[in-house]
């Protein structure tokens, strides 16, 4: 069946470091992927979404490049901040539901 | 719009209970979803609607839980008998079909269940 595997944590890293956060996929049909982001008491947010192959969603400094020759999506950062400490799930979705990843847990240092 | 509203947000109730949690979509929404997230783990897919059809409940935890979605509006879903083990954040989440690509699901803010 469908499913995700995800970069495990917890991820410690100092203000304006590089971030890369490794998702890879399973799925049997041509899926749209999403990072999804969950900040501390907080529900889960849509951080960014690709829908075709060599697709490139962005959203606040955040990047992932849909690679359908590796089945994967991983999510980058050229400088994190501290308020980027949250925990980070990747997403596929074949349309009858959202497969989701363990998350990653991301502390971000001053 | 409001977003994907919960309710309750919090819950605690007895073992051998039953409980009740509403969902209200995003209004022009027509799929709702719910899943389950425990702590530490990523959200688990419980079921689906589109509009008021039900079109996956395979991977419903047990017989104890059930949903629905009336009008195609809102939906509930609910625990009958619950155990410790139900323990878990419910969080519902809605989206527009769209005929070619998958669109963004919404979630709301969960409803947290503690079995006592």
């Known amino acids: 069946g469908d499913s995700v595997t995800q970069m495990e944590g917890p991820v410690t890293l100092s203000e304006e470091a590089f971030l890369t956060i490794n998702c890879t996929y399973t799925a049997t049909g041509y899926p749209s992927l999403f990072w999804y982001v969950q900040y501390p008491g907080e529900g889960l947010q849509l951080l960014l979404k690709a829908t075709k192959a060599d697709d490139k969603g962005s959203n606040k400094g955040f990047e992932a490049t849909y690679r359908k020759e590796t089945t994967s999506f991983h999510l980058e950062k050229g400088s994190v901040q501290v308020s980027d400490s949250a925990v980070y799930f990747c997403?596929?979705?074949?349309?009858?539901?959202?497969?989701f990843g363990t998350g990653t847990s991301l502390t971000v240092i001053p | 719009d409001t977003g994907v509203s919960q309710d309750p947000r919090h819950k605690i109730t007895k073992r051998g209970q039953n409980v009740t949690f509403r969902c209200d979509p995003i209004s022009e929404h027509n799929r709702l979803y719910w899943y389950r997230q425990t702590l530490g783990q990523g959200p688990e897919f419980l079921t689906y609607?589109?509009?008021?059809?039900?079109?996956?409940k395979s991977r419903l935890l047990s017989d104890r839980f059930s949903a629905e979605r009336p009008k195609g509006s809102f939906s509930t879903l609910e625990i009958q008998r619950t155990e410790q083990g139900d323990s878990a954040m419910y969080l519902c989440?809605?989206?527009?079909?769209?005929?070619?690509?998958?669109?963004?699901?919404?979630f709301g803010q969960g409803t947290r269940l503690t079995v006592v």
């Open positions: 609607f589109q509009n008021e059809a039900q079109l996956e």
């Open positions: 989440a809605s989206s527009k079909a769209a005929q070619v690509t998958n669109t963004e699901a919404f």
């Open positions: 997403a596929p979705s074949t349309g009858n539901q959202f497969y």
